[in-house]
């Protein structure tokens, strides 16, 4: 199917009644992701403005298990509980049975099923980690694996394929979860296969410089944040700087192309430290305009900076939408680099909570009860 250009109806597939298994439970991880050209902006439904590319994480995961049980009787809406690291939490439901809704259109068959949805992360809640992507990705996958039991012969591709096509209609970050290390997600004319609908393993060598990158988690604030990245991504739809940012990002996406093809570590320093500040520019010129990065953020940002130039290192940062900072580094210089997060970094994080992590290779099925 090369260079072929799929669209939804690839999604929507005829169904049997008698493969439908009555009860059963399914278990997934899937992990968080930390995007390196940042998506923010969108149409609907979930239609990027511009691509985005991401390292896919290692250790920060959503673990979900599924539990599906027949209907007696088939009905039009869904029956989900939501139990979250062990307690019910019905606060959770609105939003899951929103994303049942948006994709019931390419798995019918959930509305024949009750479910069961427990899920936990390895990360602390409210950490400022989004868990969105993990979490998202995670319950799609469970989904792909129900939909992989009615019609078997859906291949290995299809089936990632699907469940990050699934996964970006409950969040788009999350469509970058399913695989790793690094996925692209948004058509771009350089990067065969890439699409709006999906993500895709980024098509090329990656240089071994970036083997093993390391990203460690400084959690700064933990607070709620006080404007979500659904209410964000809206504001770029009348921001004055809006279509300069979104042709920037797709230039960006084609320079770090060639970055991760050639290795070289400081147009990838460059190139990322800047995504992540125009991520927060946006922010501030939005209207209304909001700041999510905290002093703390700051004084990490320009400690970063100046180990950077003294001890001629290539760590360097990057944001999400919260005030959290991500440090990235090469796996060679991984000693040095904790060291000084230890030493130095540490004391700007709640409770000098920080997480260690590095590129991870994507999703993985636990468990199979059918
Ligand atoms: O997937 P959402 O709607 O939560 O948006 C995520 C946006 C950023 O994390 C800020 C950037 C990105 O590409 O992940």
């Not at 991520?279 to 209304?288: D, F």
């Amino acid at each position: 199917m090369k260079n072929k250009i799929l669209t939804e109806k690839y999604f929507i597939l005829a169904y049997s009644n008698t493969n439908k298994p009555k009860h059963g439970s399914f278990t997934w991880e899937s992990p968080s992701n930390i995007a390196l050209v940042k998506y923010w902006g969108k149409s609907e439904p979930q239609i990027p403005k511009n691509a985005s590319i991401s390292f896919t994480l290692n250790n920060c995961k959503t673990i979900t298990t599924l539990t599906f049980t027949k209907k007696e009787k088939v009905t039009k809406d869904f029956k989900v509980e939501v139990i979250f690291e062990g307690e019910k939490k019905d606060a959770f439901k609105p939003k899951i049975i929103q994303f049942f809704e948006r994709i019931e259109e390419y798995v019918p068959f959930i509305t024949d099923y009750n479910f069961v949805l427990e899920t936990k992360n390895t990360f602390p809640h409210s950490s400022g980690i989004a868990s969105s992507a993990s979490g998202l990705s995670a319950l799609a996958l469970c989904i792909m694996s129900l939909e992989k039991e009615i019609n078997p012969n859906i291949s290995a591709e299809y089936f990632n394929r699907k469940a990050s096509f699934l996964a970006r209609l409950g969040s788009g970050s999350a469509s970058r979860s399913v695989e790793g290390e690094i996925v692209v997600w948004g058509a771009h004319e350089i990067l065969p296969h890439s699409s709006n609908l999906y993500g895709v393993k980024f098509p090329f060598t990656i240089h071994t410089n970036f083997n093993q990158y390391q990203d460690t988690i400084l959690l700064v604030d933990r607070g709620e944040k006080q404007v979500s990245s659904t209410v964000g991504h809206q504001l770029m739809h009348e921001h004055p700087f809006a279509n300069q940012r979104f042709s920037q990002a797709q230039e960006n996406i084609a320079k770090l192309t060639e970055i991760l093809q050639n290795g070289d570590i400081d147009a990838f320093v460059n190139l990322v430290e800047s995504e992540a500040l125009t991520l927060h520019a946006m922010m501030m010129t939005s209207n209304p305009y909001f700041i999510l990065m905290k002093p703390n953020t700051l004084t990490i940002i320009e400690k970063i900076w100046a180990y950077r130039k003294e001890h001629d290192s290539n760590v360097c940062f990057t944001l999400d939408a919260g005030a959290n900072v991500h440090v990235l580094y090469p796996e060679k210089e991984k000693e040095k680099i904790q060291l000084f997060i230890e030493n130095e970094l540490a004391d700007y994080c709640q409770n000098r909570h920080y997480i260690f992590d590095f590129v991870g290779k994507g999703a993985n099925l636990i468990s199979i009860f059918v």
